[in-house]
């Protein structure tokens, strides 16, 4: 897979943690390896004593996490998996619905 210098281009030197930015930039080759690593970031693993991030931090955290999530189509995934399609809804109309045309939905729906 190509780098994806766009993802971390003008947002490391945001980030206030020098060890992070390292990690961040070994990783940079692995972009599902990254994400997990983004997400870890976000976990508290100290038992409650994890003081967070400043802003500036967090959301050049979050710009990288979704820029991720987007080259890795997991907002697809995550969609197909905790919305499943019904097979038994179909809304199938050449009219957009409005009160006088609604499409009516399966019964016990």
Do not use: C
């Not at 940079?28 to 004593?49: E, S």
């Not at 979704?66 to 969609?79: A, G, N, P, S, Y």
């Amino acid at each position: 897979m190509d780098r994806l210098p766009d993802v971390l281009e003008g947002r490391l030197e945001q980030i206030a943690y020098p060890h992070i930015r390292q990690r961040l930039l070994q990783l940079r080759d692995d972009p599902q390896a990254m994400l997990d690593y983004v997400n870890h970031l976000f976990l508290d693993t100290r038992g409650g004593t994890r003081r967070g991030f400043d802003f500036t931090t967090a959301a050049a955290l979050m710009d990288i996490k979704h820029d991720l999530m987007v080259r890795l189509d997991e907002f697809t995934r995550i969609r197909e998996e905790i919305l499943p399609r019904d097979p038994l809804f179909k809304a199938v109309t050449d009219q957009p619905a409005t009160r006088a045309n609604s499409i009516k939905l399966p019964k016990n729906w």
